[in-house]
């Protein structure tokens, strides 16, 4: 299974629209957004994925109810709240916006890999056999715009810039 994973979007619909043009075409099976969209629109451009996407909130979530009711209206949408999990026949993946709880859940060894968001810098390190990965941010702020391709299978990534 590969996933796209992306976060810190910051309402920057310029560049995930151009992150969602490439994503599709490279045809993972699942988008992962590490949490800060910011406003309730941004779930709708977020539904131009053609495979399930998965939430979680940031700190910088104007309105969780309104992003949480928005996303109700697509079948292909979850929002998980603080943290999530996807769990494959080719190991579990988890995800989360603060860097202090992925850390925690790589440190388990029970995930193949744990993304999280929050710092707007893209890292990877390797914690026992489990993948720590901050995308970077796609508002584009501190670092060049990015999202990564995980896969799940192989236990390896590619860092994308938009």
Same mark, same amino acid.
């Given at each position: 299974?590969? %996933?796209?994973?992306?976060?810190? #979007?910051?309402?920057?619909?310029?560049?995930?629209?151009? /992150?969602?043009?490439?994503?599709?075409? =490279?045809?993972?099976?699942?988008?992962?957004?590490?949490?800060?969209?910011?406003?309730?629109?941004?779930v709708d451009r977020l539904a131009g994925f053609r495979g399930a996407v998965h939430v979680v909130f940031g700190n910088n979530e104007g309105d969780r109810?309104?992003?949480?009711? /928005?996303?109700?209206?697509?079948?292909?949408?979850?929002?998980? &709240?603080?943290?999530?999990?996807?769990?494959?026949?080719? &190991?579990?993946?988890?995800?989360?916006?603060?860097?202090?709880? /992925?850390? &925690?859940?790589? #440190?388990?060894?029970?995930?193949?890999?744990?993304?999280?968001?929050?710092?707007?810098?893209?890292? /990877?390190?390797?914690?026992?056999?489990?993948? %720590?990965?901050?995308?970077?941010?796609?508002?584009?702020?501190?670092?060049?715009?990015?999202?990564?391709?995980?896969?799940?299978? =192989? &236990? #390896?990534?590619?860092?994308?810039?938009?």
């Amino acid at each position: 299974m590969k %996933l796209a994973v992306m976060s810190d #979007t910051h309402d920057h619909l310029e560049n995930l629209e151009r /992150a969602l043009k490439k994503i599709n075409r =490279q045809k993972p099976d699942a988008l992962v957004h590490c949490g800060d969209l910011c406003s309730p629109f941004v779930v709708d451009r977020l539904a131009g994925f053609r495979g399930a996407v998965h939430v979680v909130f940031g700190n910088n979530e104007g309105d969780r109810f309104t992003i949480d009711r /928005a996303a109700r209206r697509f079948e292909h949408i979850a929002i998980h &709240g603080e943290f999530g999990f996807i769990e494959t026949g080719e &190991g579990v993946a988890a995800f989360t916006h603060r860097p202090e709880f /992925a850390e &925690g859940f790589a #440190t388990t060894g029970r995930y193949k890999a744990v993304f999280y968001g929050h710092t707007h810098r893209h890292k /990877a390190e390797r914690i026992g056999d489990t993948w %720590l990965i901050n995308p970077g941010e796609l508002l584009g702020f501190i670092e060049r715009p990015r999202y990564i391709i995980f896969d799940l299978a =192989q &236990g #390896t990534f590619r860092s994308i810039d938009i």
